[in-house]
Structures are given as C-alpha cells and as structure tokens.
C-alpha cells in the first residue's frame, strides 16, 4: 500500500535518509521550502518512502515492503530517474521502475567553502557585469531573458529565503548571458 504525505507530515521521512544527504532538494522538500510530494507505506510511522523533489526522486527506508514496491512503480513514469537511498533500494531498482533499461550512474555534488580568486570582478570584461539574485529584487529583474532565470526560484514561502542571495547571473546589455 502507498500513501501520499501531508506536507506537515513529511518530517516523519527524515529519519529513514541514510546515504542520500547530500542531495539539498530532499531536505528543502521535506522543510516545505520546495514544492515536492512524499509517499509512504504507512503514514503514521512511516517505514519506506518515495520522495519526489524538482530535481530528483529518491527511494528510502526499507526496501523489502512488497506492496509500497509496486505502489511506486505506478507513480513512477518511464523518463523518471530514481536515486537509491542504500544498496537495498539498488537490489530493488527493476521491481519499481517500469523502464527496463534503466541504469545506474554517478551523480556528483560539490560543495563550495568560499572564494578563492582574488579580484575576479576585475576579469570581467567591461561590457558584462555580475549581478546578485535576491528575493527582493527577483521581480525587477528585467531583461530579454529574465523569465528563464525567475523560473530556477521556486519557493513555498519566499520569507523563508529574504536576505539571502539565491545567485548570481551576468548579463551584458539587455540580456542574461551566463
């Protein structure tokens, strides 16, 4: 049996997260600040889960629960990829995904500890410019090619985010470029 999570129920996942902590969009989801869904086999204490964010779909918990295994496999599409929580998940990858040729791959993360060149806007050529992305000014970001730019920030709460710089984009005249 699958059963779609309450938003305010889906702290109830974390604690079943094992080795995929590093992907963030799994903990923005869980902390309401990216919209995503959660299912479970049982929702008041959840022992499996399928969490299903805007940048991927991780399998959690305990592997071997044959009903919450064939509940995925229909929530899953053909194109989705999945990220396996442990090796148990791996074991089970065929069972829940309906592509057949689906296949393991490496995805990497990177983690930024600060900035390490010196003087980096003084590279930059006069005819460009580095401009920082704050959800206050989000909406007055306006070039040819803003839109694509605004659709990288989704937010279920933007206080959440104030104050923070959510990045950066180089435009030159009227268009983002990098």
Avoid at 126 to 136: A, G, I, K, R, S
């Amino acid at each position: 049996m699958i059963h779609k999570l309450e938003a305010s129920d889906f702290d109830k996942v974390s604690r079943l997260i094992k080795n995929t902590n590093h992907e963030l969009s799994i903990d923005a989801v869980i902390t309401g600040n990216t919209p995503g869904e959660i299912y479970v086999d049982h929702v008041e204490e959840p022992l499996s889960a399928l969490i299903m964010t805007p940048e991927c779909n991780v399998v959690t918990g305990d592997p071997s629960n044959k009903m919450f295994n064939e509940g995925i496999k229909k929530q899953l599409n053909f194109y989705d990829t999945v990220t396996c929580d442990t090796e148990g998940w791996e074991e089970k990858i065929h069972e829940i995904h309906c592509n057949r040729a689906i296949k393991k791959y490496k995805r990497r993360y990177y983690q930024f500890e600060e900035l390490r060149f010196e003087n980096y806007l003084e590279s930059l050529d006069d005819q460009y410019t580095l401009e920082n992305v704050y959800v206050e000014t989000l909406d007055q970001i306006q070039y040819e090619n803003s839109e694509k730019i605004k659709e990288w920030f989704v937010f279920n709460n933007m206080d959440d985010v104030k104050g923070y710089c959510l990045g950066t984009y180089i435009k030159k005249a009227n268009k983002i470029v990098c």
